[in-house]
């Protein structure tokens, strides 16, 4: 395997990686937000205090469905996707040609 393949493996991983820690992350943040909203309690980070019960549960679900999806998926997913640019700027360039071997890259010049 050759290391232009090896770095674009490793790419993939990564990828694979930091999407699923992303699609963990949204899912556990909407079940624990979600479950808050009907329980009642403080929303963390923000200090929202929510009242809980059926009524308030499905206020908070709707809210969470249309704002929240843009808060806990989409602002992380495009800090992920710049992250992820800016490591792969920092890398040098990738050799895109192999070396055949038995054959040198700078060929001495034969003398006449």
Known sequence: MSTHHHDHDSDD???A???S??????VAAFAYLGALGFAGGTVPLVGWN????ALHGLIWLALLGSVGLVVLWFVPLMAIAAASAAVAR???ARVTATRRPGRRLFP???AA
């Open 90 to 92: 920092l890398r040098p």
């Open 13 to 15: 991983l990564a990828s």
């Open 108 to 110: 001495l010049k034969q």
């Open 21 to 26: 820690l992303l699609g963990t992350f949204t």
């Open 17 to 19: 990686v930091l999407g």
């Open 50 to 53: 929510l009242a809980g019960g």
